[in-house]
Every structure is written in structure tokens, then in C-alpha cells.
């Protein structure tokens, strides 16, 4: 059954801690992407990789980091400088990113701060 | 001025009505056009998916693309409870990257 898998669905923050969202895909995409959703905001993109071993920041990458050692694998890590992280975060994947390709998104990781 | 405009609503429509979406943009270059529907905590889905100007069918759902004006709609016939949900429009180039430009989303509430 293929898809995007996101876990944790739900994920707790303390103070100056850093925390990794997985995300993974047996689509055989070549591109992935991490998005940010905030309420009224819509969607804003915070990191994407068209290739294993490269990424490029999108609009809002302060604060995070990412790593794409696997072609099914881009996790998210958001650090302690990310000093408003509480979001719900949406991993997704596109085939031939040079094509315009439909973006299909996982079901979603809720970040909170305790 | 924002890249995509998109009302976000909520609208309320009585069931078997059709609920009309839009949305406007400003980057001519934007060549691939897609609607999203989001439940309630959950993930986008895919919905409908344009290249260029022009209409697209599938089932209740039709997408309309003018590039002349810079705007896309979305129509839902004979609207359902379960069509109850966020919709979101999202828009792309050819610069090779993929990136989308998303509008805000627009709530639609579809009332038995």
C-alpha cells in the first residue's frame, strides 16, 4: 500500500529542546517537502530536496534542519532557535520535481510546547 | 501583494447546493493549478489537477483555469455533508523546483 507515513501524529516540545519528525515514503518520489500550517496562515514551506543528499531552505527555514541520506526518508528536526514551533507539519513528495508534478502530503505531525 | 488570494470563509451551504471556490494570483508564470481538500486534522488530498487555461470534470467536482484573469474556481454539484471540509488551491511554475504557492484555504460547511 503506497503512501507517506508521518509519525509522531501528535509530538510534545519542552524548553530548548530539539525534536525530529519522521517522514517516509514508498512512492519512489524523487522530491519531498516540509510545509509549516498554522491557523489562517495556509501553508508555508519551511525545507524541500529534489535529490538524496541535497535540500534547499524554502520561505521559512529558521530554526529547523533536515537531512536526506535516503531516497524514502526526509527528516525534520525543529531546534530550540525555532522559538514559536508550535504548528501541524506536513511532509509530502512529488515525483519529477522539473516537471511540475502534483505534491502528494502525508496525514500530518502536531507539534506542541509544554 | 500575496501570490494567491484565496477567501478563507467559512462558507455555508445547504446540502445539494453547489459551492463555488476561487482564487486569484498575480504570478503570470503559474502554469499548474490543483485544488486540495483538507479534512480536519488531517493531510491535504488531492482533488483536481490543471495544466494551462481551461475546464476539468471529475465526478461533482469541475475546475476552471482563466490565465487571462488570473483566477481559478472550483465547483462542487449536488454539495454533500462529507464535502464538509478546508479547500486549498496551489499553483505552480516551471522553475524546475516544484515549489507551490498555496492560498489560505477556505473552509466550506455543507449543512444537511
Known amino acids: 500500500d503506497g503512501g507517506i507515513t508521518q509519525s509522531p501524529k501528535y509530538l510534545f516540545r519542552k524548553e530548548g529542546q530539539n525534536v525530529t519528525l519522521s517522514c517516509e515514503q514508498n512512492l519512489n518520489h524523487d522530491a519531498m517537502y516540509w510545509y509549516r500550517q498554522d491557523p489562517g496562515q495556509g501553508l508555508r514551506l519551511i525545507y524541500y530536496s529534489q535529490i538524496v543528499n541535497d535540500f534547499q531552505k524554502g520561505d521559512i527555514a529558521e530554526g529547523y534542519s533536515v537531512s536526506r541520506e535516503k531516497k524514502e526518508s526526509f527528516p525534520l528536526t525543529v531546534t530550540s532557535a525555532q522559538k514559536n514551533p508550535t504548528a501541524f507539519y506536513l511532509c509530502?513528495?512529488?515525483?519529477?520535481?522539473?516537471?511540475?508534478?502534483?505534491?502528494?502530503f502525508g496525514p500530518g505531525t502536531r507539534l506542541l510546547v509544554l | 501583494q500575496k501570490e494567491v488570494e484565496q477567501d478563507p470563509g467559512p462558507l455555508s451551504v445547504p446540502e445539494g447546493a453547489i459551492v463555488s471556490l476561487n482564487c486569484t494570483y498575480s504570478n503570470s508564470a503559474f502554469q499548474y493549478f490543483m485544488w486540495y481538500r483538507q479534512y480536519s486534522r488531517k493531510g491535504p488530498e488531492l482533488l483536481m489537477y490543471?495544466?494551462?487555461?481551461g475546464n476539468k470534470e471529475d465526478g461533482r467536482f469541475t475546475a476552471q483555469v482563466d490565465k487571462s484573469s488570473k483566477y481559478i474556481s472550483l465547483f462542487i454539484r449536488d454539495s454533500q455533508p462529507s464535502d464538509s471540509a478546508t479547500y486549498l488551491c496551489a499553483m505552480s511554475d516551471m522553475g524546475g523546483n516544484n515549489r507551490l504557492a498555496f492560498g489560505k484555504g477556505n473552509q466550506v460547511v455543507v449543512i444537511p
Open positions: 509530502a513528495s512529488s515525483r519529477d520535481p522539473r516537471r511540475g508534478e502534483t505534491q502528494y
Open positions: 490543471t495544466y494551462s487555461s
